[in-house]
């Protein structure tokens, strides 16, 4: 970071030379933003166009009465100061993203009113300008692409016209016999780089809107959380930590008056089968084995007993009417193996 000093030293174009060309450097590294040295850099080209910003205001360049041939093309050049602030601050890395946003969109609000006052600004930016200072939420996203293709189309442009307009700037050099042609094409070469700002500027001050309520719902978050987990913690000292599973099987449903005591869904029959259907193909099981069967048993549906089988009493010698019984039950039980063979009743799937 350069001392107080040797910004003392400088004049105010050589403070705008230098920090233009850190930003233009900045733009085209191959650093990380996050990296220590980019940082540096970002911090170092702030430096000299803030001390260049203010000595644009204490020596009063520029004024609201004024209009744009008034200027000459030297200090013309100066307007840009703040829309080259706006850029740098956006490439601050610090934990407060939205004082960054903040603070640069103030700087691209600054040179964009700057601009408009000197009629810099053409009429279709004069729209987007108004829409992001109203923050017009009705624009169509139809509307909202086709001024940002329109928008690109026309950056391409400008970046070409500044490009041929430098290449013949330094061709050209210092011939006293063109002087003339040399401060209109340097002047033309200024005004395409404030319009080129112009459009970067619209297309930051829009994407700083849209990054500052996604930063806000952080916050915000952020908040929450913190307002939570201190509640949680207090209640987890004062109350006994309960199953999830179980919260609220133990409670009614509705008071005595009809209101809610817990959140419930209600379903139809159509949502209902949907849950069937995208399920479980059946019930899973709420209880054990053992469990079923000891619940059973207390029910009385399981008949206790067995052993042994009981031994087959024995015919009495002098019993002739239990021994024909037994001699007919045998016959009758060889007449049916004969009868029915083993495998008769299977038919190969034959019919």
Not at 204 to 212: F, G, K, L
Not at 266 to 275: A, D, F, P, Y
């Amino acid at each position: 970071m350069t001392s107080p000093t040797e910004l003392d030293g400088l004049s105010l174009g050589q403070l705008f030379s230098q920090g233009q060309l850190i930003l233009t450097e900045l733009e085209d590294s191959s650093l990380s933003s996050i990296d220590p040295v980019y940082q540096a850099q970002v911090a170092k080209g702030f430096q000299m166009l803030s001390r260049a910003d203010d000595l644009v205001s204490k020596l009063a360049i520029f004024s609201d009465n004024e209009i744009l041939d008034d200027i000459n093309t030297n200090d013309l050049k100066f307007l840009l100061i703040p829309a080259y602030l706006g850029n740098l601050t956006l490439k601050i890395n610090s934990p407060d993203r939205r004082s960054v946003l903040d603070k640069s969109r103030d700087y691209l609000q600054k040179f964009l009113s700057a601009c408009q006052d000197h009629a810099l600004v053409q009429k279709q930016d004069l729209s987007l300008m108004e829409q992001l200072q109203h923050k017009a939420p009705n624009v169509a996203a139809s509307q909202q692409r086709d001024q940002k293709i329109a928008r690109f189309k026309r950056e391409r442009a400008v970046k070409q016209h500044i490009a041929q307009l430098r290449q013949q700037l330094d061709a050209v050099g210092n011939k006293e016999d063109e002087d003339r042609d040399v401060d209109d094409m340097e002047r033309e070469w200024v005004e395409a780089l404030i319009e080129l700002e112009i459009l970067k500027a619209l297309e930051n001050w829009h994407a700083i809107e849209q990054e500052m309520v996604m930063v806000k719902e952080m916050e915000a978050m952020k908040e929450m959380r913190e307002k939570t987990g201190r509640d949680t913690s207090v209640d987890s000292r004062e109350a006994p930590q309960t199953s999830r599973a179980n919260w609220g099987k133990d409670k009614p449903m509705l008071s005595k008056e009809g209101r809610p005591l817990q959140p419930f869904v209600i379903m139809n029959k159509r949502e209902q089968l949907k849950s069937q259907v995208f399920g479980y193909g059946h019930n899973l099981p709420t209880m054990t084995i053992d469990e079923y069967l000891e619940q059973e048993m207390e029910r009385g549906n399981i008949i206790q007993g067995g052993g042994e089988e009981p031994e087959k009493p024995v015919i009495d010698d002098n019993d002739y009417d239990a021994q024909d019984a037994e001699t007919m039950k045998k016959r009758e039980w060889d007449e049916f193996v004969e009868a029915n063979p083993r495998g008769a009743g299977n038919r190969g799937n034959k019919g």
